[in-house]
T-cell receptor, first 111, second 114 residues
């Protein structure tokens, strides 16, 4: 099931950009990259997703490399409330009915 | 528009009892997914239901676990004869169609088996 690799943990200073990497070297052409986060055992929260182009919304930016084997989630100005576990997930548009969450990256925003 | 509502938020059961976890999807959502999260682990898919139908139960344990999503009322995840290993957080998500980009998760039910 594990199609993605993420660092176990990262720290980021408050107000700075948080850049969370994800490797998905076996991604296939019709698979999307999704990012979710889970704040302190709450329900997961959808952040952003993309196929090949970079994406931006009110929460974050997603940068996908040209070969699509890796991506980076960028939180432009991290706040203490962004401390959470961030999950990078690969899923086909019409593929599995489930999301495989893995263990994610635990981001700690430091004051 | 209320979010996905799960209740109870916390549930304590003795070994051998039954646990019933309820999930009310967001208004207009007819697709429900159940996930289980053991301590210090990621969420694991259990089952995907549409109204009155189980679409995918590939993640459900073969025994003691069942799920339903009736025409009226919430989705129910039922665990019979609970054991200590069932202690976990159970999350449900709902979406208007088979598209996770518009899926929202509830706050979960934390089941503790004593």
């Amino acid at each position: 099931d594990a199609k993605t690799t993420q660092p176990t943990s990262m720290d980021c200073a408050e107000g700075r950009a948080a850049n969370l990497p994800c490797n998905h070297s076996t991604i296939s052409g019709n698979e999307y990259v999704y990012w979710y986060r889970q704040i302190h055992s709450q329900g997961p929260q959808y952040i952003i997703h993309g196929l090949k182009n970079n994406e931006t919304n009110e929460m974050a930016s997603l940068i996908i490399t040209e070969d699509r084997k890796s991506s980076t989630l960028i939180l432009p100005h991290a706040t203490l409330r962004d401390t959470a576990v961030y999950y990078c997930i690969v899923r086909g548009e019409t593929g599995a009915n489930n999301l495989f969450f893995g263990t994610g990256t635990r981001l700690t925003v430091i004051p | 528009n209320a979010g996905v509502m799960q209740n109870p938020r916390h549930l304590v059961r003795r070994r051998g009892q039954e646990a019933r976890l309820r999930c009310s999807p967001m208004k207009g959502h007819s697709h429900v997914y159940w996930y289980r999260q053991l301590p210090e682990e990621g969420l694991k898919f259990m089952v995907y239901l549409q109204k009155e139908n189980i679409i995918d139960e590939s993640g459900m344990p073969k025994e003691r676990f069942s799920a339903e999503f009736p025409k009226e009322g919430p989705s129910i995840l039922r665990i019979q004869q609970v054991v200590r290993g069932d202690s976990a957080a159970y999350f449900c998500a709902s979406s208007p169609d088979r598209d996770y980009t518009e899926a929202f998760f509830g706050q979960g039910t934390r089941l503790t088996v004593v």
